[in-house]
């Protein structure tokens, strides 16, 4: 089983939809969670920590259910801007140990 | 707004040969760490380091790898003989706290290897 399962998509979204992104996690000593953007070619951006008691950023929301080991990211009102590539990363203890990353969902919002 | 560097963005070698990469973190963080992605692949974790000396590393990270901190800017990553299927961006990321909190990437290089 891997790790952290992401759907790879295609979302193909107009702009200004609201659109859901999940993720499940297999390591359940998995203490920390992350949403990261990251654009073609280019580096993984932190987007946003993942709180057990939810947390929004704007038109973000993410969302972590520690029992079912599963994140997730909305996005309301998308812009065209938000085309990218969402990657669901963890981190498994409070050290300095690396990340863990899902393959990311591929996000494309229609004009 | 500070950022890591790296450098190159871009390395060509022949198999068999060494590189080194070369990355400059946030100069107030104390987590450095490397990762690579092969094209079209995931993020993989390969080595962090913390205190001047390695905190932990992934299967990948065998005795080919090393990386050092020669100063108190740079952070390198050596590959001592390359291999084809180390083509890959390579990606330097520091942060200033434990647990994966506030990890900042740099722009990375791409390695290709023929």
């Known amino acids: 089983r891997k790790e952290v399962e992401q759907d790879p998509g295609p979302f193909n979204v107009p702009e200004g939809a609201t659109v859901a992104f999940n993720c499940t996690y297999s390591n359940s000593a998995s203490q920390s969670f992350f949403w990261y953007r990251q654009d073609c070619r280019k580096e993984p951006k932190l987007l946003m920590s993942?709180?057990?008691s939810g947390n929004e950023d704007g038109r973000f929301t993410a969302q972590l259910n520690r029992a079912s080991q599963y994140i997730s990211l909305l996005i309301r009102d998308s812009k065209l801007s938000d085309s990218a590539t969402y990657l669901c990363v963890v981190a498994r203890r409070g050290g300095a140990d690396g990340l863990t990353f899902g393959k990311g969902t591929h996000l494309i919002i229609q004009p | 707004e500070p950022e890591v560097t790296q450098t190159p963005s871009h390395q060509v070698t022949q198999m068999g040969q060494e590189v080194i990469l070369r990355c400059v973190p946030i100069s107030n963080h104390l987590y450095f760490y490397w990762y690579r992605q092969i094209l079209g692949q995931k993020v993989e974790f390969l080595v962090s380091f913390y205190n001047n000396e390695i905190s932990e590393k992934s299967e990948i990270f065998d005795d080919q790898f090393s990386v050092e901190r020669p100063d108190g800017s740079n952070f390198t990553l050596k590959i001592r003989s390359t291999k084809l299927e180390d083509s890959a961006m390579y990606f330097c990321a520091s942060s200033e706290a434990a647990g994966g909190l506030r990890m900042f990437f740099g722009p990375g290089t791409r390695l290709t290897v023929l």
């Open positions: 993942v709180y057990s």
